[in-house]
């Protein structure tokens, strides 16, 4: 059966670009229009931690927004994991992945498929399928989700339309901070576009896509819930660290909203300070548990306290790699994508790119 449906392929120039959110936001808005699609994710990165679901969490995540039937996405060829990279380099998988993703049976009555591509142009290359090759091999319309940090810029998308040519159907530009979005729309989307590049969203950058739940905290640092762990729910927007006097402390705390607090342990002031601030998470380093007075406050103002065996900074490198690498799997980020798609993506002029109009 012939293969009939158009594909988009989503990449990214550099990992967590915002690839899983463009495509939640695109999705959304096909499903508005009553486009039949379909949802794939070819090089899978990381397993479903559900004990009942075997899916990519990419794969399983976007599935359950978008209440896709089974029938409508393409799971992983593989996991991109340290084993399967291992048994690769030692040719103990000879596996032709780039011919199966040709041979991949179509999804049914669809008109699109979007597949979501690794972290970079070249990232699975070892298993030939790398962004361009997956571009060719399913004959895929390429979307690239590049995060702004400067001007700069230009030259990675550039560079990105050599190596993709025709395929590159245009950008869209992510984390724009409000200070540098009149710079983005009046030099960067002219310059882009008169070199056949179309920008379909400038996209703001939001401390809610950033932030990262309580939960995941405690993961990260494999810390210890000491107070409220009802509400590891909890988004954190960013790191304050309380190490100076209770006075001082205060007024620094004041100035962030949504914050974990690191400080010290022994620190009851310090800890007292925190839990009157709009803070939605106390990490104590250093392995001592609080009094017990901080204690019952933590739990009247509802701020989950945590206790981590570690000093200060290894505590916020460590969660300063972990905002570095956000997902969006949190469910209070969901009608936020939906809504900054809405307003800052051209859904219009990707379906006429796509040959998609309807009449």
Known sequence: MPNLAKYLLVGSIEA?????????????????RGIDFGYGKPIGTCLSESPTDDLEEDLRFIRQCLSLPPERVQRALLLLDADTIHKRLLQEDRTDYYRSLVESPPIP??????????GTLEEGSLFDLSLPQLAEAVNASVLIVARYHSVLLVDTILSAQKHLGDRLMGVAINDIPSDRL???QTIVQPFLEDRGIPV???????????????????QKLKAQVLSCR????LLVEGIQIGAMGVNLAVQYFNQAHN???????????????????????????????????????AEEVEIPILSVDLDTLETVEILDRAFGQVRLH?????????QMMDEHFNCDLLMELLGLERG
């Not at 009555?109 to 690794?118: I, Q, S, T």
């Open 16 to 32: 967590y670009s915002g690839k899983s959110a463009t495509i939640l936001g695109i999705a959304n808005q096909l499903q508005s």
């Open 109 to 118: 009555d669809a008109e699109l498929v979007l597949l979501e591509g690794p």
């Open 182 to 184: 009149d710079t983005v």
């Open 200 to 218: 379909l969203g400038l996209l703001p950058s939001s401390a809610l896509l950033r932030s990262i739940s309580v939960g995941e905290i405690v």
């Open 230 to 233: 009802d509400r590891t729910d």
């Open 259 to 297: 914050s974990a607090i690191v400080t010290g342990g022994d620190r009851a002031d310090i800890q007292l300070a925190a839990l009157e601030t709009s803070a939605h998470c106390l990490i104590l380093t250093g392995n001592l548990a609080p009094s017990p007075m901080v204690l019952a406050r």
């Open 330 to 338: 949190e469910a209070g980020k969901i009608d936020y994508v939906r």
